[in-house]
């Protein structure tokens, strides 16, 4: 009887072993837990409202999507609620502050002056004035924007449509 029952409870552990290991391999890159993939989902919704806003010249609704996507960016950056690498987290860091300068210059454009924005290498065009004073930030944002996807989900996200100006 003993030995029937040590051995349930030793399968019982080994079941549980195998579960939490092969949990924690699924947190440790940050692609296929629900939670991370709910957040790429959202994230993704994001970028195509702040990408839609933006270059249609609508600042209510490019600040509405920065103001959105900040909190997002912040609870990726700080690791604790989604488990991602490193340098997705850095990255979203660095969007997170791109987001905050952006929507700090749309609020009050005499602040451009006080913030350095370094020219953007993304081959996307720049928002339609009045948008054009934060271009190379909202440029550079929707480029970690789809990287931080590519790292959420681990594929590619769709491409980006921008409207024409």
Known sequence: MRGKFARIVAVAVAGSVLALGGATMAVADGKGTSSTQAAGEQLLQMRTQLVDSAYSA???????????????????????????????RQTAASARDDATNASRIIADPAQAATIKQVPSTSPLQSPPPPLDIVADLLRTLIEKLTELLNALTGTPPPALQVPAV
Not at 73 to 81: R, Y
């Open 58 to 88: 609508d600042v209510v609704g490019t600040q509405r999507a920065l103001g959105q996507v900040s909190p997002l960016l912040g609870d990726l950056a700080a690791g604790q609620q989604y488990q991602i690498q490193s340098d997705a």
